[in-house]
């Protein structure tokens, strides 16, 4: 998507480690127009497969997610990284890596919110290892749901995420790949 990337390009910032800081208009502060955007173009990409639910992490993907989901007119659940006192007992949990944290979370959707009839479609920011994706598709299916796809904003196409989970054979639609960068540089090249 040619207006993610010249946004990426215009206010990214490469940081080492592989990280693309994009908080300015993606996951921080968010540019709700661009979203809308967005939303639109994962509408356009899986208009053909009945999503009725779209399922996201806490935090950066719920408001890519919810603005998508206007465009689909279904609900948006997201997985929780900590139980509360208001969801039941009765839950879906996986443990998942953060790759920008470097951290492990037991992510969980209550069981009212995902069930069988479910035709899903996953949202998220980034994707680089796949971690909270195989998190997210592990929460699908232990629901019995069908999962349609994943939607994503920003994949890193260098590392390995991205591959492995479509030579799974799943489909994933990416916004914007960038195919590497440069902290020193600053330089982003996309896919």
Known sequence: MKLLEERILKEGKVLSGNVLKVDGFLNHRIDVELLNEMGKEFARLYKNDDVNKILT???SGIGIACIAAQHFSC???FAKKSKTTNISEDFYCV???SFTHKTT???IVS????CEDDRVLVIDDFLANGCALRGLIKLIKDAGATLVGCGIAIEKGFQHGGKEIRNDGIRVESLAVVNSMNADTGEIVFG
């Not at 069981?111 to 995902?114: D, I, T, V």
Request: hydrophobic letters at 45%.
């Open 75 to 77: 609900p948006v659940v």
């Open 111 to 114: 069981k009212e919110y995902l």
């Open 95 to 97: 443990d998942v890596d």
């Open 57 to 59: 992490i806490e935090a």
């Open 105 to 107: 979370n037991k992510v």
